[in-house]
């Protein structure tokens, strides 16, 4: 192994560097198992978030918990910043190296350990994609509940990192609500287990601190996620109305009744416009606002919980209630929906905020928000998770023109410091990364930050993992 490398080398040094901590990678990893010509290097110098890009020292693909716990003692050793990387999808910049770091990527640990149906649960690595996991267990009537709209290429890694949620998640809750244990190797190689098959472990939730820590406090490498029965049927309906304040109070007011269908999603204008050039999924153009609303059960419980969720949407002038006829169409739905983002990335660069308000507000909220982007002189389309009232607004602008991304950034700054002052939060399930890391004063006070960097630093005293995001710098203990 080689000397101790100084991090506050002036940037000259980084080839050098990198050729030093290669060489010494190559004692731990196989030559497949270790990224670090700088043409492979390119795809790990951003995320989905794209608006940064730093070339990672290196990227370590390890295959099992002993070279991840290898790697890890080795890189804190040598004091080497580390960012933990699924598959890189991250909207808020979780997975981009700040610094000059290591990248560890999750990739070749992708396979299912274990399917426990007796128990209800699966417990698979920390690179296995969402949608695998409900796929290995579809044909015995299962599935793993939090489902993303990235849910072919994200990682069970990233969603415990972001604490992921997705369009069914109403009803079934998010990640930390599907996880009962993982596997994790600490900052220094040390592998620790959390929960497990058991409910409720005892002592400190250790395990509810981990979900969204943002690769922060750990690498996790297995995880143990409980499995749900497919109900008996399930139905999405779509509901249009004339404008986007009236969907928002039919959302509010369908909770309020302590209605809980399996998911409420919301599409503007815009965002239904787009999402029907793309999907053909049969959305009404004539209306200025859709729900879709998805209920589950048997033919009689949904239809009694469709005819409370109509009743509600007709005080609200609903314009048109459409009930789905076939498997087909439900499919076709849901793919308009999931495919938002992509869509709307085929006619406009935009970035995508990820605030959270209380029910009552969103009306208010997206009143504001249309207010906002238009006083920037912008576009917005929203499509979101309407019943956790986890709003998306997606800011249209042309990355080729600086003025109009820094016009995009100060609407998406203003949009969030809405969603705070209406009583909600920076994010929903995009976790703070890069993006929202500078707003989190608006959020917290300094007492709640410390108290939070604290339990941080518990775990990594160096913050040698993932440094640069989620807390202000200055919180950073000095080298
Ligand atoms: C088109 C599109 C649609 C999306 N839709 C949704 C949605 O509906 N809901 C939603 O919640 N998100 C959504 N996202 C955001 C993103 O997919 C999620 O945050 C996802 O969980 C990230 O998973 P990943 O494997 O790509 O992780 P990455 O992006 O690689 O990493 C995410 C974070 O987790 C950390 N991390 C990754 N793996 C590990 C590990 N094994 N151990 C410790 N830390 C780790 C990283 O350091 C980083 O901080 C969407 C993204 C895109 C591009």
Redesign the pocket.
């Known amino acids: 192994m080689s000397d101790a490398i100084s991090f506050l080398s002036p940037r000259a040094d980084v080839l050098a560097r990198r050729a030093h901590i290669v060489a010494d990678l190559t004692d731990l990893l196989p030559p497949e198992c270790l990224v670090h010509e700088a043409r492979e290097l390119v795809p790990f110098e951003t995320?989905?978030f794209v608006s940064y890009r730093r070339l990672p020292l290196a990227v370590a693909l390890p295959r099992t918990t002993a070279e991840v716990s290898a790697v890890m003692r080795y890189c804190n050793r040598y004091g080497i910043p580390v960012?933990?990387?699924?598959?890189?999808?991250?909207?808020s910049g979780?997975?981009i190296p700040q610094e000059d770091a290591v990248v560890i990527g999750?990739s070749k640990m992708n396979s299912i350990l274990e399917i426990d149906l007796p128990n209800r649960v699966a417990v698979v690595q920390?690179?296995v994609t969402n949608l695998n996991i409900s796929e290995s267990v579809s044909a015995d009537g299962f599935f793993y509940a939090p489902?993303?709209?990235?849910q072919l290429?994200?990682?069970i890694?990233?969603?415990?990192?972001?604490n992921?949620?997705?369009?069914h998640c109403l009803k079934y809750g998010v990640t930390t609500n599907n996880l009962l244990g993982v596997r994790?190797v600490l900052v220094d190689g040390t592998v620790i287990e959390l929960g497990g098959k058991a409910l409720d472990a005892a002592g400190y939730d250790l395990l509810g601190l981990v979900c969204g820590?943002?690769?922060q406090l750990?690498?996790?490498?297995e995880a143990t996620v409980r499995l749900i029965a497919k109900p008996e049927g399930a139905r999405p309906v779509l509901f249009g109305f004339e404008a986007s304040e009236e969907a928002g109070a039919c959302v509010a007011d369908v909770i309020a009744a302590g209605i809980v269908p399996v998911a409420i999603e919301f599409m503007d204008k815009p965002a239904i416009e787009i999402c029907e050039a793309f999907a053909h999924a049969g959305y009404p153009l004539d209306v200025g606002a859709l729900l879709i609303v998805e209920v589950e059960g048997s033919e009689a419980e949904m239809d009694a919980t469709l005819k409370d969720i109509v009743e509600i949407a007709r005080r609200h002038a609903v314009k048109t209630v459409r009930e789905c006829q076939s498997a087909t169409e439900a499919a076709l739905i849901w793919k308009g929906r999931k495919s938002a983002?992509?869509a709307t990335g085929r006619i406009a660069d935009y970035i995508c905020m990820d605030g959270t308000v209380p029910l009552s507000q969103l009306s208010h909220v997206l009143k504001r928000t249309a207010e906002i982007v238009d006083h920037y002189g912008l576009r917005v389309a929203n499509v979101f998770h309407a019943g956790d009232g986890n709003m998306h607004p997606l800011i249209l602008f042309n990355a080729n023109d600086p003025e109009d991304a820094a016009r995009a950034e100060a609407a998406g700054n203003d949009i969030l410091r809405l969603c705070v002052d209406a009583g909600g939060c920076l994010t929903g399930?995009?976790?703070v990364?890069i993006e929202k890391r500078d707003l989190m004063r608006h959020q917290y006070s300094e007492a709640d930050l410390a108290q939070q960097m604290a339990a941080r630093a518990a775990f990594d005293p160096g913050w040698l993992l993932?440094p640069s995001?989620v807390f202000p710098l200055e919180g950073r203990p000095a080298a």
């Open positions: 995320d989905a960012v933990p990387r699924g598959a890189g999808t991250s909207l979780g997975a999750l920390a690179g489902d993303p709209s990235s290429a994200c990682t890694g990233g969603n415990i990192g972001m992921s949620g997705g369009a994790m820590h943002e690769g750990g690498i996790v490498t983002f992509g399930e995009h976790g990364g993932n995001k």
